[in-house]
């Protein structure tokens, strides 16, 4: 496993009567901007072990700037630190001690080396192994038994004065429910990438103490993330042969699943029957106490009329169900099998993600919406959702987040009277998406905007009107909601200078109260998308009269505008001029403000009500609290609405 900490251990220098050879891995964090981060169908041993976490994924860069994606890559660098082992003949014994540059009094710092410019010694090639010159690559340098740590002294060391007994050490004695989140914070959910063994480094825990390995076990198979299948058989297996594993699984992940890391074909997939409707049925039956299930379009396929029917029916802990982008025809026969289930009253499914399948028919969803009477998630973006399915969803529900983006079966009169009046939502609402593309379908007119606005609670932190028609009347209703919104996606018809009356108060406005009361806004992304390169007037937007540019416009830090707007922004002066930058991934881009030291510390994006993202402009609802990236960060940020 790639080794996950740059901390080397200090190890002392060996005796010169007794040489012995050592190397360390000196990790070094890489990171390079995605470019198509999708696998292909054929990829080269290179790209196999170049750390890439997975496919589609998405990560913050560690730079200030934000809405900066990249991939993280680890390289390892092997440090020979000591000279060869005694077993190895050399043409010369000459060696050189190294002490550290920061500490040169130390003798337990520095590192042996054959003294290269030494008479007779011609470099490591030359070295003789049982009759062959060696040396030339890692697993030559293996074949001189170089270790990875000084071989351990005959003399046991003498015990401490006051040194606790087994099971007593202080680490010990705390609550798991202490000790279980420390430990979780060393566990890699996604591996390095597709094929690496990763927690390789907490096995050593699960030897250490009978606590550390109950606390550890824990923290290894409570969420499981299965990126590729033969990581789900031997998690099957392992749960199979000792089923009390599978009561520790809390949370199985499938976001990351990436079907061509083994296997090029679905031939060659289908034969080695890892991840089949049989062996995921049989999985759900060893987690009986599951409480999220995180799927997606690469594993539709698998998803059968029992898998559902175990999903929905008998694992009654089940929260959180997320099948974003499912929409194959095996997995739409199955949906649309649930209507003959026999159902009970109320389900305790919470967060519900049916994200673009788009082909589910409309009596899954007012079929399933009655029975979520605990409803705080919902996202049924591009789906084929009712206003039958919306207006059946229990008066118990406390919808926090809700996404009906491109939901074309939805009249806007109901939408505002479910927002209006629905006790689900009276008061709870923290995330709401009405967005739509305005070239095939308009959710909201100018009169739909109106009534809307004002009803919307307090609470809210994120709303996207993208697709809707506005006009400059709305900006009055949308000044007291940027004073508690931090995401806003504005729809078409607003001019430039109408835009950024958000900011500042109207100078020619006889109301003087208003601009001595005026109360600043707390915007951190706002969404232009919708406007062409004629409808956004750059250089109204870029002149001193504007405020939104402008350092003063703070805290917002974001601005998304359409993708073909890229490349001219990226060439534009005038946007360096003022402190901003340009940024694109995959189908979208941002114009990004930098970062000055003298502002302090950026502000990192992470907030509760984004359950783990920290990239502004979310297009899909998350279901978990979990890192951002797989096929749930493509959909999220990477893709249109």
Same mark, same amino acid.
């Given at each position: ?46 790209? +196999? ?102 071989? $351990?002294?005959?003399?046991?060391? $003498? ?24 430990? %979780? ?31 550890t076990l824990h923290a290894l198979y409570r ?71 995180l799927a997606q379009e690469h594993i539709d ?69 009655? +029975? ?110 940027? +004073? ?21 108060? %109207? ?22 998308? %919708? ?19 402008? +350092?003063?416009? $703070? ?28 940024t694109e991934f995959g189908s979208r881009a ?12 950026? %502000? ?8 783990? $993202? ?28």
């Amino acid at each position: 496993m790639v080794p996950t900490s740059t901390n080397i251990p200090d190890i002392a220098p060996p005796e010169p009567c007794r040489p012995q050879a050592s190397i360390k891995p000196a990790p070094v964090p890489y990171h390079a901007t995605m470019e198509g981060s999708d696998l292909s169908q054929s990829r080269s041993s290179s790209d +196999k072990s170049s750390g890439r976490s997975s496919f589609s994924s998405v990560r913050e860069n560690d730079s200030d700037l934000a809405q900066t994606f990249t991939t993280p890559f680890i390289i390892t660098i092997f440090i020979l630190v000591v000279a060869p082992p005694e077993m190895a003949t050399t043409t010369t014994t000459t060696r050189q001690f190294l002490p550290p540059k920061t500490q040169p009094q130390s003798k337990l710092h520095g590192c042996w080396f054959p003294a290269v410019a030494a008479d007779g010694f011609q470099g490591w090639k030359q070295i003789d192994v049982r009759g062959r010159q060696a040396s030339r690559s890692f697993g030559d340098l293996q074949a001189l038994r170089i270790v990875w740590s000084a071989p $351990a002294t005959s003399n046991k060391p $003498a015990k401490l004065p006051g040194r606790p007994t087994p099971g007593q050490a202080p680490i010990e004695r705390l609550p798991l429910e202490l000790l279980g989140p420390i430990i %979780d914070m060393l566990v890699l959910d996604v591996p390095p990438n597709g094929i690496t063994a990763r927690n390789v480094d907490l096995m050593s825990l699960l030897l250490s103490s009978k606590t550390l390995h109950t606390a550890t076990l824990h923290a290894l198979y409570r969420k499981i993330t299965i990126p590729h299948s033969r990581i789900f058989r031997k998690f099957l297996d392992h749960v199979s042969q000792n089923q009390e594993l599978g009561t520790i699984v809390r949370r199985l992940d499938f976001s990351h699943f990436n079907p061509t890391t083994l296997f090029l074909s679905a031939a060659q997939r289908s034969t080695t029957r890892n991840l089949t409707p049989e062996t995921l049925l049989q999985c759900l039956e060893l987690t009986p106490y599951l409480r999220e299930f995180l799927a997606q379009e690469h594993i539709d396929d698998e998803i059968d009329e029992n898998v559902l029917r175990k999903l929905f029916l008998d694992l009654p802990r089940l929260t959180a169900v997320d099948f974003t982008g499912c929409s194959s025809n095996n997995f739409k026969a199955a949906m649309s099998a649930i209507p003959k289930f026999e159902w009970p009253v109320t389900l305790a499914i919470s967060r519900l993600s049916l994200h673009k399948c788009i082909n589910l028919p409309s009596a899954v969803f007012e079929t399933l919406m009655p +029975k979520l009477g605990d409803l705080t998630h919902l996202d049924v973006a591009g789906t084929r959702f009712t206003d039958e399915a919306l207006m059946s969803i229990p008066h118990t529900a406390r919808i926090t987040h809700l996404n009906l983006a491109k939901c074309a079966l939805l009249s806007p009169e109901v939408v505002v009277e479910f927002l209006a009046t629905h006790p689900a939502v009276n008061g709870s609402l923290v995330c709401l998406s009405v967005a739509s593309d305005a070239r095939s379908h308009q959710l909201l007119d100018v009169e739909d905007v109106t009534r809307l606005l004002p009803i919307l609670p307090s609470t809210l932190r994120s709303l996207s009107l993208k697709g809707s028609k506005m006009d400059e009347s709305h900006i009055n209703l949308l000044r007291p909601l940027t +004073k508690h919104l931090e995401e806003l996606a504005l729809g078409r018809g607003l001019r430039v200078t109408d835009i950024d009356r958000l900011f500042v108060p %109207d100078e020619d406005d006889d109301d003087v109260q208003m601009q001595i009361d005026w109360v600043p806004h707390t915007l951190k992304y706002i969404d232009l998308s %919708d406007y062409s390169a004629t409808e956004l007037d750059f250089s109204t937007l870029f002149s001193n009269s504007m405020s939104i540019m402008k +350092k003063f416009s $703070a805290p917002l830090e974001v601005v998304e505008v359409a993708e073909n707007l890229y490349s001219r922004l990226s060439k534009s002066p005038a946007l360096q001029r003022l402190g901003w930058t340009v940024t694109e991934f995959g189908s979208r881009a941002w114009m990004v403000r930098r970062h000055s030291p003298e502002d302090g510390p950026r %502000d990192s994006g992470l907030r509760s009500w984004k359950l783990g $993202a920290s990239f502004w402009g979310m297009r899909k609802i998350p279901m978990a609290n979990a890192e951002v990236g797989g096929m749930y960060g493509s959909y999220m940020f990477k893709r249109k609405l």
